[in-house]
Nanobody, 122 residues
Framework: QLVDAGGGSVQAGGSLRLSCTAP????????IGWFRQAPGKERELVAA????????FYGDSVKGRFTISRDNAKITVFLAMNSLKPEDTASYYC?????????????????WGQGTQVTVSS
């Protein structure tokens, strides 16, 4: 089980940093993805990082604004979100995968956080 946190309400142009941990264990052996889902919309992969941290992926809608990273101890994965827009409003979920390659599909992730709400007002 993962624990994701850091959501909140901000105005457009603001910033938030989400965190993802697995209490009592390291995330070093997992690819980690951040997904989001807005009401009435499909779950969308916004960013992902390989277990080696050598490769990252960003969705087109967040490129240049969001940054995914791990801490040096590989315990926490962060999603730094800058220049937030109202269309970024959604529940955000971190997920961990044991697949060989970095997965792009939500059903290739084995473990999920409970979600944290991000609301951006105009």
């Amino acid at each position: 089980q993962l624990v994701d946190a850091g959501g909140g309400s901000v105005q457009a142009g603001g910033s938030l940093r989400l965190s993802c941990t697995a209490p009592g264990r390291s995330l070093a052996g997992y690819h980690i993805g951040w997904f989001r889902q807005a009401p009435g919309k499909e779950r969308e992969l916004v960013a992902a990082i390989r277990r080696s941290s050598a490769t990252t992926f960003y969705g087109d809608s967040v490129k240049g604004r969001f940054t995914i990273s791990r801490d040096n101890a590989k315990i926490t994965v962060f999603l730094a979100m800058n220049s937030l827009k109202p269309e970024d409003t959604a529940s955000y979920y971190c997920a961990a995968s044991t697949k060989i390659v970095l997965p792009m599909r939500y059903n290739d992730y084995n473990y999920w956080g409970q979600g944290t709400q991000v609301t951006v007002s105009s």
